[in-house]
């Protein structure tokens, strides 16, 4: 593999570029070209406001964020965590293990349109019932309408990015994956697209690249005839829109069934590849040119942004500041759902890097935000403030904040921001019904965790700083710390308790001032109850994973739960959270199990102390293996409440009873020392009064 010196640049590129036409394109998703040429216009910038304007005057409420959770993100960036998990030699089917653990149920991550109609939905039903993958997303089971749709080529960048100039590699890779939900064509445009970003490493020439892509795919399939035909009309008409015709008769939806076929988007990519001079041509050709705008748009710019690095995204209007970095990732490990841009490249880097053998890479001893990245702001914003990525003399980076005259405040979120809460943040399709993806997660920083900073004042005079948390009652928590003209400091900041409220933004505030920020970040365990404000029990539920088919926090309660089929989760923290002790006070009422749950990874990555019929016991799951690690007989009562305990230092758990120590064992899965906590249940009902964390050892 080519990891060159600009790989991490490139991959970060490849990154922006497909985020940014994920939300140039998903405001009008589904619409036909006519439509949008008729409405829009040409497509040569961002439109979510306008299409929520458009939406306004039909008497349709469209919330418009520009972002905003979507499929094409939460894929991408999830399903390639089997490759952190497992390594090269990496299955299909552990890559559907991925898929239970980290999804969901009808919640996060992917279209949930129905057994048969939507081909994620399906093949996530199939693994669920025990068909493994490949089989799971196959044409002979699931037929070659919905196996051919275009799920699997939506998700593929990130094989193509961790493989740089060995697009084989990447196809490869990209098979395993395509394969766990798609079938035939469907993997076809698959490993066409991971092999050109691969490939885009180290050629920058699209005729090239195409060669290189389709070499790689069987020479009667559809998709290396269409390729083929788009390339000969190319090189005889030099109007995209006349082309553009030409695919729609010979390839459009007419011809293609079910809800978002392969063939024709796979076709718009090309086209725009193909005729885009710039990445303003290929953002307007290929979100002008309709059908899935999102999805194509966000292939092509990750293969566009690779080809020609972070100032290939240059060119036309600002692409870049609107998003600032920003993407969500909803889905079972909640704590990981407010990220950006710079950390999933890293992420991916690392990945590349463990494939060629090379250690990983973690800037500022792995600090969250490091800013190391030409322009990269990870989220951060101002509000009175301005924010910007400065290079230093020495060659580092940081973000400059510069305050005005008045008090301002710069920050960056740590949860979904409550308009990112509200219903009806969805696209409206040409039929003018609505679709959306729901914002799953936890907050990223918690209270009684420890906030460190390195701030320089880079100003003349001192400045008074204030470290600031945010919640989702606007409440504002300070410290505060004065710093002299020049002066560099390290600062550290335990954070207070917020009354149960979750924490929704961490931030810098002043006032007549300039300010590099080298790097910010947290470590270290929650403390204290995880419990609802008493008047906004509803917004405290959206700090959750909800995995349980019912939850009614309406009651004097705040948990109570029922879940029929399966082990359902429902979870809050983040991966910081390491050895701690986590409690509550239970009833129980016809489970098959129910307990208390710590080290939580996902829907079926922890370790627990369960009630289960006549027994206690201290359980771990990691995927599709469970084992009981200790038990000793208990026979429970329905309806009665029980007080559990469960503390989780290192490989050891112990579980108390109504504080009795029951169960100790020191036989935990390495790969389970760090996650959330919450609570298990499998076919029954639960009501919990508490759940509490505090933290253990020094």
């Known amino acids: 593999m080519n990891l060159s010196e600009d790989y991490v640049e490139r991959v970060y590129a490849g990154v922006l570029g497909k985020l940014i036409g994920v939300y140039v394109g998903r405001p009008f998703e589904g619409w036909s070209y006519e439509q949008i040429t008729a409405q829009l216009g040409d497509i040569d910038g961002y439109v979510n406001d306008k299409v929520a304007r458009l939406a306004q005057a039909q008497g349709i409420v469209n919330h418009a964020p520009l972002v905003i959770t979507d499929d094409d993100v939460t894929g991408t960036f999830t399903f390639i965590r089997a490759l952190a998990d497992f390594g090269a030699a990496v299955t299909p089917q552990q890559i559907g293990d991925i898929w239970l653990n980290h999804v969901v149920e009808r919640r996060s991550t992917f279209w949930w349109g129905g057994f048969g109609n939507s081909s994620e939905h399906t093949a996530y039903l199939r693994l669920k019932q025990g068909v493994d993958a490949p089989a799971s997303g196959s044409i002979a089971l699931n037929g070659a309408v919905t196996a051919e749709q275009i799920g699997a080529q939506i998700f593929i960048d990130g094989w193509g990015l961790v493989s740089p100039g060995d697009p084989e590699r990447a ?138 690095g972070l100032a290939g995204l240059e060119a036309g209007g600002d692409w870049r500041g609107p998003v600032a970095d920003r993407l969500f990732l909803p889905g079972g490990d909640g704590g990981r759902a407010i990220t950006d841009a710079v950390r999933e490249s890293y992420e991916l880097v690392n990945l590349g890097r463990r494939l060629a053998d090379l250690p990983p890479l973690h800037p500022k001893n792995g600090a969250r935000f490091h800013f190391s990245l030409p322009g990269s702001v990870q989220g951060w914003q101002g509000d009175g403030a301005t924010v910007a990525n400065v290079l230093l003399p020495d060659g580092t980076r940081r973000l400059a904040v510069q305050f005005g005259d008045q008090p301002g405040q710069a920050f960056t979120p740590t949860f979904y921001q409550p308009e990112e809460l509200q219903p009806g943040m969805m696209q409206i399709f040409r039929n003018g019904s609505l679709s959306g993806y729901e914002p799953v997660g936890s907050p990223s920083l918690y209270a009684g965790q420890t906030v460190r900073l390195r701030l320089t004042n880079a100003g003349e005079g001192e400045t008074a700083v204030s470290l600031f948390i945010k919640t989702l009652a606007s409440e504002i928590v300070e410290t505060s ?20 409220w979750p924490i929704t933004a961490v931030g810098l505030a002043g006032q007549n001032g300039l300010l590099h920020l080298d790097w910010l970040t947290w470590a270290g365990t929650a403390v204290g109850p995880l419990h609802p404000p008493a008047d906004q029990p509803r917004h405290w539920q959206r700090a959750w994973v909800n995995g349980m088919d019912d939850w009614g926090a309406f009651f004097h309660e705040p948990f109570r739960l029922s879940h029929f089929q399966g082990r359902g989760v429902l979870a809050c923290g983040a991966a910081e959270w390491g050895d701690y002790a986590v409690g509550a006070t239970m009833g129980v009422n016809q489970a098959a199990a129910a307990g208390i749950a710590a080290r939580v990874q996902g829907m079926r990555r922890y370790v627990a102390l369960l009630l289960t019929p006549g027994k206690l016991q201290l359980v771990q799951r990691f995927d599709r293996m469970e084992t009981v690690l200790a038990e000793v007989d208990f026979h429970w009562q329905n309806g009665r409440s029980y007080s559990l305990r469960l503390e989780a230092a290192g490989r050891t758990l112990r579980g108390w009873v109504d504080g009795d120590l029951l169960l100790t064992t020191n036989e935990v899965n390495g790969r389970l020392l760090n996650g959330g906590a919450g609570f298990i249940l499998e076919e029954g009902h639960l009501v919990g009064k508490s759940l509490d964390i505090e933290r253990i050892g020094s």
């Open 481 to 500: 710390e004065v710093f002299l003209s020049g002066e560099t400091r390290e600062w550290a900041w335990v954070v207070p308790s917020t009354g149960g």
């Open 171 to 308: 196809v490869d890779l990209a098979r395993r994956s395509a394969s766990v939900s798609h079938d035939g064509e469907a993997i076809y445009g698959a490993q066409v697209v991971a092999a050109l970003v691969a490939a885009a490493f180290v050629e920058d020439e699209v005729g090239k690249l195409l060669e290189t892509a389709v070499s790689l795919i069987p020479r009667d399939s559809t998709i290396y005839r269409l390729i083929a035909d788009l390339r000969h009309w190319h090189a005889a008409e030099p109007d995209w829109r006349q082309t553009r015709a030409r695919l729609d008769a010979a390839y459009g939806y007419h011809k293609y069934p079910g809800n978002v076929h392969i063939v024709p988007n796979h076709g718009l990519i090309i086209l725009g590849l193909l005729y885009g001079r710039d990445f303003q041509e290929v953002m307007r050709i290929v979100n002008t040119s309709g059908w899935d705008t999102d999805c194509n748009a966000a292939n092509a710019g990750c293969i566009w942004g690779v080809k020609n």
